[in-house]
């Protein structure tokens, strides 16, 4: 359709210093040569149209025939916006300053960071990219290229297994691996293994050194249980006795435990909110259930990047679940059950390595009104050899 | 001569049924409400203002009256007024 201008192309306004017959004449003339016209209209006297940029000089010979004068007064499209920028140099200059001065700063070193080690290890390492010329506002292109960087790290460094250098823009990163040292790896000088409590020896396990003692055998603290010389006695060697001796040890625990309880419970409503969050405010998007009075709270915020760039938006998720508090009432076989079940976490929780309750036996029990009084005998499997270093005599001895 | 192949002309049309303004050199024109004119076909402006817009046309001139009259778009065949339309007349 005729009324369908290309929107790229280059249009000019302009205006004719005539109006009445002649313009008439003149548009009547030039629309049968062939140019096409839009927005021809009558302003303050003078006939105003616009034509294709390209057709203003075709306008110039008949507008001498006819008398007509024109000008032009403003152009339009793509190449002339191209043009009229063109003509403000200062923005042009700015935008390509931009460009290179973000070129330019994002090639300089600006952080150096460290990681796989901390403390004086760290320290060190950054000692060493300074001396490497890793400072800041450093010119990065002008840097010896990583492979060179991280065999000079690895000079630096004698402890690091491993180096690794990487460039981020204006960050450069340092991984540092150091050596891993064993500790253990140094083998015991001779030790023998002696009981740490009375005990009846249950099982034993040596690996290394000659065992003293046999199953049923009572051991009294800091009694030699594995020897640390073997072979012959005349010709016996010193070495590191090692191996666990397991032996059944006695313990009394004493227990108190009430009749009321109170146990929290989760069994109630929950459920689940979704907020956007914008800094302090949040906008809740799902889950518009309201929470119980008194329920219990956990929210995890999920923030978005974009490019590098946390946005200023997070997702936030509120779990929450009602809490309901219920008082148990025992009677009084629950209240020992739970007593027996009290002192046998008690006996665990000591740090010990129980390895087995053999016998557990109540020595005294009391059940009042509100609470019980229990005492309980607990006999127990545990490892209860120790090391004990010793300086081997050079004419040997059994222990 | 003219005339007698006008003649056949009309009659061959007639027996087709072809749209007269697709063959012949008749103006088309078309209005949307009083706002819009659409003129295909004309052979030239003659005289132009706000308030009126002429063309002529192979039936003599067309006469456009109106109000804030404007040519949006005009080439040699066609052309596109815009405004307050009041008349649209075949002027011998």
Redesign the interface.
Known sequence: M??R?DRWGAYAVIELDASGAP??RF??EI??S?????????QDGR?R?TVRATDVRRLRRPARAFGVRFRVIKRTGGTFAVLRLLKRPGLIIGFFLFLFMSYMLSNVVWTVEVSGVDGVKAQEAYAAAQKLGLVRGRWAPNLPDLKTLEARFLEQLPWAAWVGVRRDGAIVRIFVVPYKVHESAEPPGPQHLVATKKAVVVDYVVTRGRPLVFRGTLVQPGQLVVSGFVGPPENAKAIAAQGHVYGEVWYDVQVTVPRRQTVVTTEGEKGTQYFLRFGQRRLPVWGFERAPEGARHTSTLRTFTLGGFRLPMALEIVHWQAITEETLELDDAGLLEAALTLAREALRRQGRDVREIRSEKVLQQTVEDDKVLMTIHFGVVEDIARPEPFVPAPEGGSG | MKRWLGRIVQTGLGAVEWPPDVVSDLPRVTTVGAIHVYLENH????????EEIRFRTALGELCVQGDE????????A?A?IEGKIRAVRFTA
């Open positions: 005729m009324m201008r313009a008439d548009l009547g629309v049968s062939g140019i096409a016209l839009w927005n021809v209209a009558v006939v149209l | 052979r030239g402006l003659s005289f132009f203002s706000a009259l404007v040519i949006r778009a005009l080439n040699k066609e596109f």
